[in-house]
């Protein structure tokens, strides 16, 4: 069975795991500081009482950007992620967001095929953003709000 639910702060452990086995982007202070920002909301893609997934977003007044999304190696291609992602998204529209970001790398080809079957476009590129001297596509999806 496959659940969403809100992940908190006393869920950092779990979030630290899941993002050391997938792209290993934050450390766990670095997860700690996120938990804290003002208008952070993180929900976690679980299946049976396991979390398989995570996405990270920020509002700010009518956007979000989404700072982290993630799902477990093994569970990928499996249509967690894309359970997520609708789950955001509807989040967002019942919050009055009218756009929704996010940044990935030029050169994750799989991300950027997820994310355009969401219809996120690219707006603009940050040259050299990551340690590898890839370029960072900033992606936009505009939302229907209520």
């Given at each position: 069975?496959?659940?969403?639910?809100?992940?908190?702060?006393?869920?950092?452990?779990?979030?630290?795991?899941?993002?050391?086995?997938?792209?290993s982007?934050?450390?766990?202070?670095?997860?700690a500081?996120?938990?804290?920002?003002?208008?952070?909301?993180?929900?976690?893609?679980?299946?049976?009482?396991?979390?398989?997934?995570?996405?990270?977003?920020?509002?700010?007044l009518?956007?979000?950007?989404?700072?982290?999304?993630?799902?477990?190696?093994?569970y990928?291609?499996?249509?967690?992620?894309?359970?997520?992602?609708?789950?955001?998204?509807?989040?967002?529209?019942?919050?009055?967001?009218n756009?929704?970001?996010?940044?990935?790398?030029?050169?994750?080809?799989?991300?950027?095929?997820?994310?355009?079957?969401?219809?996120?476009?690219?707006?603009?590129?940050?040259r050299?953003?990551y340690?590898?001297?890839?370029?960072?596509?900033?992606?936009?999806?505009?939302?229907?709000?209520?």
């Amino acid at each position: 069975m496959i659940s969403i639910k809100k992940i908190n702060e006393k869920d950092i452990d779990l979030c630290y795991e899941l993002d050391s086995n997938t792209i290993s982007l934050w450390s766990k202070k670095q997860w700690a500081q996120e938990f804290k920002k003002e208008g952070i909301r993180v929900f976690g893609v679980f299946f049976l009482k396991t979390l398989v997934g995570i996405c990270v977003f920020h509002v700010v007044l009518d956007e979000a950007q989404i700072n982290f999304f993630a799902v477990n190696q093994k569970y990928r291609k499996k249509g967690y992620g894309s359970h997520l992602m609708r789950y955001l998204i509807k989040q967002c529209e019942d919050s009055n967001i009218n756009k929704l970001f996010l940044e990935v790398s030029q050169t994750n080809a799989i991300a950027e095929k997820f994310y355009s079957r969401f219809d996120f476009s690219t707006v603009g590129i940050r040259r050299n953003y990551y340690m590898d001297g890839s370029d960072a596509l900033i992606k936009e999806k505009k939302l229907t709000t209520k």
